[in-house]
């Protein structure tokens, strides 16, 4: 479930949300916000941003759960070489 919550406290180090009267501490989200939209299922909470937070409510569940982007495997240049003949 997406709720939008209040920032009680937000510095350079961390980030406090009041999430339906629990307070919660997040890594610093780097910017001035009065509120922030948390995702919550169980005992897990994550800041989402607003676009996420938009969305309809069965997006939000699988969008979340998915797995992380992978980087991508730098390409090799193939060489050819060719034998010389000494003579």
Do not use: W
């Not at 999430?19 to 919550?40: E, M, T």
């Not at 676009?51 to 060489?79: F, G, L």
Request: aromatic share 4%; with cysteine; charged share 30%.
């Amino acid at each position: 479930m997406i709720s939008k919550c209040k920032v009680l406290m937000n510095n350079e180090a961390v980030t406090v949300a009041n999430v339906d009267g629990i307070h919660v501490q997040f890594p610093s989200i780097h910017r001035k916000a009065d509120y922030v939209s948390v995702y919550h299922d169980g005992g897990d909470f994550h800041i989402v941003d607003d676009a996420e937070a938009e969305k309809p409510n069965e997006q939000n569940t699988a969008s979340v759960a998915a797995e992380p982007a992978k980087k991508a495997k730098p390409k090799r240049k193939k060489t050819v070489v060719e034998e010389t003949k000494d003579e």
